[in-house]
């Protein structure tokens, strides 16, 4: 029962412990605990989606043993009040029930009442969170079952979870739907689009987005056998490239031969791992435009890399929100039965 309040703070500044007077996403460590603010959501937990850089940074630390990631986990929780990978940087997001409204939370303009099912669309790196229990990690697809609660800000974003798909592929979908949002505002018609990472979520709803404009040529680059496999059998992928995106010098001649020279005009990282960068620029016509959606690009090696080579390329920097992201990644998700198939398959197991 909630019977007294904080005061209003619409982006959670007040729940900073250190260092104080940051941004929450700043922070080194969060205040989760009671009373909520008056603007505030007060969700009860069911699971995580880490953020798939994270997920894979824990997983490597951990040796693969599942008991040491559930420790890890909660003692990274315990520590910082909030899931906030201090290697990657990065979070994930969550999906519980509401538990509580604060009288100020904004609900015209975002309607949510007790008992709603939400996905929170923004990073667990800044969201308040206690973990009282690990029920259980879901390996292949990054979920992570929990008892506990979070807190949303006034400021924060979240989704109701759709009653006509299965939860997992709308979290599987939410998690990522920053990348196809951003896709569709930046391709253009006849253009040729390189995904580096594209057998992923992200990359094969950017694939998916990317065909939906006339005359654009797609071509998916991925590393292990089984993506390979994956992106031949999608109709919305032209061409496939088999490469290690840390390998720049074949990244580039590969795309070169895809391309007859060429090169794309858009390139669209999401390849979950570090030192991609200078394959994605190398990637890239002059003049064109490299987006970084993957959380493990480094702005240092992005930049330098392409000054270093004399790149005269736009770089974006993957922004997770995008106006309508969430209706948009559901909506494909709704229209290609392909798309729906893969997702079912591989990431709600
Ligand atoms: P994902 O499903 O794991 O996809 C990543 C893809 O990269 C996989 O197809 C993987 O292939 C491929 N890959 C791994 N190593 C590779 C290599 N050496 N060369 C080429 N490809 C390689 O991940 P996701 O959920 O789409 O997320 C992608 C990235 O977006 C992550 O870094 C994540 O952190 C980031 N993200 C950003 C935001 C944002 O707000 N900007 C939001 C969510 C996620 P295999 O599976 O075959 O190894």
Redo the contacts with the bound molecule.
């Keep these: 029962m909630v019977n007294s309040f904080r005061a209003a703070d619409r982006f959670g500044i007040q729940r900073v412990l250190a260092p104080l007077g940051v941004l929450p996403q700043q922070a080194e460590r969060l205040d989760a605990s009671l009373p909520m603010a008056e603007d505030e959501l007060w969700i009860e937990v069911e699971s995580l989606n880490i ?4 997920f894979h940074q824990i997983s490597t630390a951990c040796g693969e043993s599942l008991e040491k990631m559930a420790s890890h986990i909660f003692d990274l929780v315990r520590r910082r009040g909030k899931h906030h990978n201090p290697v990657t940087g ?1 979070g994930g997001m969550l999906i519980g029930r509401v538990s509580a409204v604060g009288p100020a939370f904004p609900i015209q303009e975002k309607p949510v009442k007790v008992g709603d099912r939400i996905a929170t669309l923004v990073s667990l790196s800044l969201t308040p969170l206690e973990i009282r229990k690990i029920k259980k990690i879901y390996p292949k697809t990054d979920r992570v079952d929990i008892e506990g609660h979070a807190i949303l800000f006034a400021s924060g974003l979240f989704a109701q979870l759709p009653s006509d798909l299965p939860e997992s592929l709308a979290l599987a979908v939410l ?2 739907a ?2 196809p949002a951003q896709t569709r505002r930046l391709v253009q018609e006849n253009q040729t689009v390189v995904v ?8 094969t709803l950017c694939l998916y987005e990317a065909k939906r404009k006339s005359g654009v040529k797609t071509i998916a ?4 056998d ?2 390979i496999a994956r992106l031949k059998a999608l109709p919305f992928v032209d061409q496939v490239i088999q ?4 390998d720049a010098v074949e990244v580039m001649r590969k795309v070169s031969e895809a391309t007859s020279g060429r090169m794309a005009d858009l390139v669209i990282n ?4 570090p030192e ?1 960068e200078m394959s994605s620029v190398l990637s890239c016509r002059q003049g064109g435009v490299v987006y970084f ?4 690009t480094s702005f240092t090696r992005a930049a330098l890399g392409a000054e270093g080579i004399g790149a005269d390329v736009d770089l974006r920097i ?3 929100y995008t106006s309508g992201h969430a209706e948009l990644a559901l909506e494909l998700i709704r229209e290609s039965s392909t798309l729906r198939k893969l997702f079912t398959e591989v990431y709600c197991g």
């Design positions: 953020d798939s850089a994270s990065s998690d990522v920053g990348a580096i990472g594209g057998g992923g979520k992200s990359g680059l991925d590393y292990s089984a993506g490469a290690d995106a840390r999401v390849a979950n791992l991609t959606f993957s959380m493990a993957g922004n997770g």
